[in-house]
């Protein structure tokens, strides 16, 4: 058996008032995908900040060694010169600054002491050229999407020659093209002897790709495995400790929908007018109460900027008409767009969902300021009634937090995205927009997203949910609409339907 290029052992790390890990064990050997796999708060990010040298040598205790030398990391720097290179889940670039320099921001091409740009545009292409990622060198990197920051971020990984790659939910925002990419790049990487800890919450990528896995309950190391010894059903009771019998809840999707009246969002003509891409074109739609409408569609093809510009969040010119319960509405802001009885989940809820470093009853109440007299009156927010409304909420959403007070940020990925969906159920809406709502949220905290989703349904909510896997949308979705390009190129009642009927419109030239 080949020797462990990594070895860490009896790992314990303890922040005030919490064991984050008690006593792991875990080992990655030479040219091995090993997954790490846990619900969040399982330890998994704490392991890798070890690792990462974010937790420097001192503040844990066990061992952690690379080719069998103990290794005492005291920051990132160190940890990068021993070949460790870390994507977070949490991206590290300068939005401000192009793909290349991004890519070798710290160890840019210099010539006579000055950054030779020639030669750094250059190696950048050639580097993309060889991983087959085809990213656009010169644009900044705020004008990319996250799927393509992400791909960024992986690129900028590649170019410091790692002997030990780690990626935390690299997929969480990628294409299924997207992912293929990434899936031939760790094939090649795996060929070269480079060792690979991939963390992510899609279990099927763990069974397509990865040698071992290891999983984390409660920080600590429940079992490590070889993926042929493994099973789904298996993985998921390791992680949650129970076995979790449905993968999505029972609905009578369509078959229970009105026929005519109830139409909660009618959406006519409406086309868009940015300066760049994805352009939306004469866009028609409608979702009845009760509905959940799957939006799909590969990235760029315009389902986020559907969803944010009915909402008032679109930066560029629009024409069209909506209606909201029959009625045509003017929606040029996101107050609007609450006032008018609409609320969305955002695809990047620590961007646009959050206000990190402010506590859970700041963020729970902030869109129901101008909507709830009970909340905020003459412009005066009504604390108690705050703290009692966020407490029912907390209680009925089970939001794992040590009190309101804490901040958002301590919080793991799940029980932020309850937070955000609190936010936007205290404003109750008549129409709920879902976009991407379980990405990078672990197996257990995902059933619970898709039963609240289904349970709103029930409760006469119109909800639109734009996902990028298939399987989410098939199993959530009454109807389905897909985009490409900015167009409606397809239109199914979820009856049978499978994905190989979506896809094909997905790629209609």
């Given at each position: 058996m080949?020797?462990?290029?990594l070895?860490?052992?009896a790992?314990?790390?303890?922040?005030?008032?919490?064991?984050?890990?008690?006593?792991?064990?875990f080992?990655?050997?030479?040219g091995?995908?090993?997954?790490?796999c846990g619900?969040?708060?399982a330890?998994?990010?704490?392991?890798?900040k070890?690792?990462g040298g974010?937790h420097?040598?001192?503040?844990?205790a066990?061992?952690?060694?690379?080719?069998?030398?103990?290794?005492?990391?005291?920051?990132?720097?160190?940890?990068?010169?021993?070949?460790?290179?870390?994507?977070?889940?949490e991206?590290?670039?300068?939005?401000?600054?192009t793909?290349?320099?991004?890519?070798?921001?710290?160890k840019?091409?210099?010539?006579?002491?000055?950054?030779?740009?020639?030669?750094?545009?250059?190696?950048?292409?050639?580097?993309?050229?060889?991983?087959?990622?085809?990213i656009?060198?010169?644009?900044?990197?705020?004008?990319?999407?996250?799927?393509?920051?992400?791909?960024?971020e992986?690129?900028k990984?590649?170019?410091?020659?790692?002997?030990?790659?780690?990626?935390?939910?690299?997929?969480?925002?990628?294409?299924?093209s997207?992912?293929?990419?990434?899936?031939?790049?760790?094939m090649q990487?795996?060929?070269?002897?480079?060792?690979?800890i991939?963390i992510t919450?899609?279990?099927?990528?763990i069974?397509?790709?990865?040698?071992?896995?290891?999983?984390l309950?409660d920080?600590?190391?429940?079992?490590?495995?070889?993926?042929?010894?493994?099973?789904e059903?298996?993985?998921?009771?390791?992680?949650?400790?129970?076995?979790?019998?449905a993968?999505?809840?029972?609905?009578?999707?369509?078959?229970?929908?009105?026929?005519?009246?109830?139409?909660?969002?009618?959406?006519e003509?409406?086309?868009?007018y940015?300066?760049?891409?994805?352009?939306?074109?004469?866009?028609?739609?409608?979702?009845r109460?009760?509905?959940?409408l799957?939006?799909?569609g590969?990235?760029g093809?315009?389902r986020?900027?559907l969803?944010?510009?009915l909402?008032g969040?679109h930066?560029?010119?629009?024409?069209?008409?909506?209606?909201?319960?029959?009625q045509?509405?003017?929606?040029?802001?996101p107050?609007?767009a609450i006032?008018?009885?609409?609320a969305l989940v955002?695809?990047d809820r620590?961007?646009?969902?959050?206000m990190?470093?402010?506590?859970?009853?700041?963020?729970?109440?902030?869109a129901?300021?101008?909507v709830s007299?009970?909340?905020?009156?003459?412009?005066v927010i009504?604390?108690?009634?705050?703290?009692?409304?966020?407490?029912?909420?907390?209680?009925?959403?089970?939001?794992k937090?040590?009190?309101l007070?804490?901040?958002?940020?301590?919080?793991?990925?799940?029980n932020?995205?309850?937070?955000?969906?609190?936010k936007?159920?205290?404003?109750?809406?008549?129409?709920?927009?879902l976009?991407?709502?379980?990405?990078?949220?672990?197996?257990?905290a995902k059933a619970?997203?898709?039963a609240?989703?289904?349970?709103?349904?029930?409760?006469?909510v119109?909800?639109?949910?734009?996902?990028?896997?298939l399987?989410?949308i098939l199993?959530?979705?009454?109807?389905?609409?897909?985009l490409?390009?900015g167009?409606?190129?397809g239109?199914?009642?979820?009856?049978?339907l499978?994905?190989?009927d979506?896809?094909?419109?997905t790629?209609i030239?």
């Amino acid at each position: 058996m080949t020797a462990p290029l990594l070895n860490m052992q009896a790992i314990t790390k303890d922040f005030p008032g919490v064991r984050a890990l008690e006593d792991v064990s875990f080992e990655v050997r030479p040219g091995e995908i090993h997954a790490l796999c846990g619900e969040n708060g399982a330890g998994k990010s704490t392991l890798i900040k070890i690792l990462g040298g974010v937790h420097p040598y001192g503040t844990y205790a066990g061992q952690l060694c690379i080719d069998g030398i103990e290794q005492r990391f005291h920051t990132v720097r160190d940890a990068e010169r021993a070949g460790i290179a870390i994507i977070h889940q949490e991206l590290a670039l300068i939005p401000e600054m192009t793909v290349a320099e991004n890519i070798y921001l710290g160890k840019e091409p210099r010539r006579f002491g000055i950054i030779d740009r020639h030669r750094l545009y250059h190696d950048a292409g050639e580097l993309l050229s060889q991983f087959g990622l085809a990213i656009p060198l010169q644009h900044p990197v705020y004008e990319l999407g996250i799927g393509q920051q992400q791909l960024v971020e992986i690129a900028k990984a590649l170019s410091r020659n790692a002997r030990l790659l780690v990626l935390d939910e690299p997929t969480a925002a990628l294409t299924e093209s997207e992912v293929d990419i990434l899936r031939q790049i760790l094939m090649q990487l795996r060929k070269k002897g480079v060792a690979c800890i991939y963390i992510t919450h899609k279990l099927k990528e763990i069974f397509q790709i990865a040698d071992r896995v290891t999983v984390l309950r409660d920080g600590k190391s429940v079992a490590t495995q070889s993926i042929d010894e493994c099973t789904e059903a298996v993985l998921i009771s390791q992680m949650v400790g129970r076995e979790l019998t449905a993968r999505f809840p029972s609905r009578a999707h369509h078959s229970s929908l009105p026929e005519g009246g109830n139409v909660a969002l009618r959406v006519e003509n409406l086309s868009t007018y940015p300066s760049e891409p994805p352009r939306l074109e004469e866009i028609n739609f409608e979702v009845r109460r009760g509905e959940i409408l799957g939006l799909a569609g590969l990235m760029g093809a315009g389902r986020t900027e559907l969803i944010n510009t009915l909402f008032g969040a679109h930066t560029g010119r629009w024409s069209g008409e909506v209606f909201i319960d029959g009625q045509p509405v003017q929606i040029d802001s996101p107050r609007d767009a609450i006032l008018h009885g609409m609320a969305l989940v955002s695809e990047d809820r620590k961007r646009y969902g959050l206000m990190l470093d402010t506590d859970v009853v700041r963020n729970m109440t902030l869109a129901s300021l101008s909507v709830s007299a009970e909340i905020a009156s003459y412009g005066v927010i009504n604390r108690d009634a705050a703290f009692q409304k966020s407490e029912q909420y907390v209680e009925s959403l089970s939001i794992k937090t040590a009190s309101l007070d804490m901040p958002v940020s301590h919080l793991s990925g799940g029980n932020q995205q309850k937070v955000v969906l609190g936010k936007w159920l205290m404003t109750h809406p008549t129409v709920l927009f879902l976009d991407e709502p379980t990405r990078g949220i672990d197996v257990g905290a995902k059933a619970e997203i898709h039963a609240l989703t289904a349970q709103l349904a029930d409760e006469d909510v119109a909800i639109v949910l734009v996902s990028s896997e298939l399987p989410e949308i098939l199993g959530m979705s009454d109807r389905v609409l897909v985009l490409h390009e900015g167009k409606i190129t397809g239109e199914f009642i979820n009856e049978n339907l499978t994905q190989e009927d979506i896809l094909r419109c997905t790629t209609i030239a």
